[in-house]
């Protein structure tokens, strides 16, 4: 098996940049990628299994969905889709602290700008009841000026929540 050079992590500090960071794991993405173990599966044969999955989560087979994501992530451990495919499954069997490190992760693998897992976060957090930090995780998606139209129904789902929140309060 081709071994992985794995670069030092980034220093953690006040002017610590998630953008860095994203930038180092897609370059460890890319090393993993040229190893043997990622080339067990093509890409294709990735896409069905990521199909199954799917499939299955929308029979409301979530543990069989949930096998067939962690298998994925076996093999494409840095694919945010996955893990967000894995994490909302996790969200929807009601496993809301498994599910919170996995959105986090698929925030920063993904693109910063999605604010997909940063919803289902703020969700997870609300159905633990941690209005507070929910609310905090939920006032950037509502105040993001130039929202992408493609996201027009994640603002409405955010401000829906921060309704619900506030009433609870």
């Given at each position: 098996?081709?071994?992985?050079?794995?670069?030092?992590?980034?220093?953690?500090?006040?002017?610590?940049?998630?953008?860095?960071?994203?930038?180092?794991?897609?370059?460890?993405?890319r090393?993993?990628?040229?190893?043997?173990?990622?080339?067990?599966?093509?890409?294709?044969?990735?896409?069905?299994?990521?199909?199954?999955?799917?499939?299955?989560?929308t029979?409301?087979?979530?543990?069989?969905?949930?096998?067939?994501?962690?298998?994925?992530?076996?093999?494409?451990?840095?694919?945010?889709?996955?893990?967000?495919?894995?994490?909302?499954?996790?969200?929807?069997?009601?496993?809301?602290?498994?599910?919170?490190?996995?959105?986090?992760?698929?925030?920063?693998?993904?693109?910063?700008?999605?604010?997909?897992?940063?919803?289902?976060?703020?969700?997870?957090?609300?159905?633990?009841?941690?209005?507070?930090e929910?609310?905090?995780?939920?006032?950037?998606?509502?105040?993001?000026?130039?929202?992408?139209?493609?996201?027009?129904?994640?603002?409405?789902?955010?401000?829906?929540?921060?309704?619900?929140?506030?009433?609870?309060?």
């Open positions: 098996m081709k071994s992985i050079a794995i670069p030092p992590a980034p220093d953690v500090a006040q002017s610590f940049d998630f953008v860095t960071l994203r930038d180092s794991i897609r370059d460890l993405h090393r993993f990628s040229e190893s043997d173990l990622a080339r067990r599966f093509s890409d294709e044969q990735i896409e069905v299994l990521y199909s199954v999955g799917h499939g299955l989560f029979q409301g087979k979530f543990e069989n969905a949930l096998n067939v994501f962690k298998m994925i992530m076996l093999y494409r451990p840095f694919d945010a889709r996955n893990m967000e495919a894995y994490a909302t499954t996790l969200k929807r069997m009601g496993r809301f602290e498994e599910a919170m490190p996995i959105f986090a992760a698929a925030l920063l693998y993904g693109e910063l700008a999605d604010p997909m897992p940063s919803i289902h976060m703020a969700e997870c957090l609300a159905a633990l009841g941690r209005a507070d929910s609310a905090r995780m939920l006032r950037p998606i509502i105040d993001l000026a130039g929202v992408d139209s493609a996201y027009g129904e994640v603002r409405v789902r955010a401000e829906n929540l921060l309704a619900m929140l506030r009433r609870q309060e």
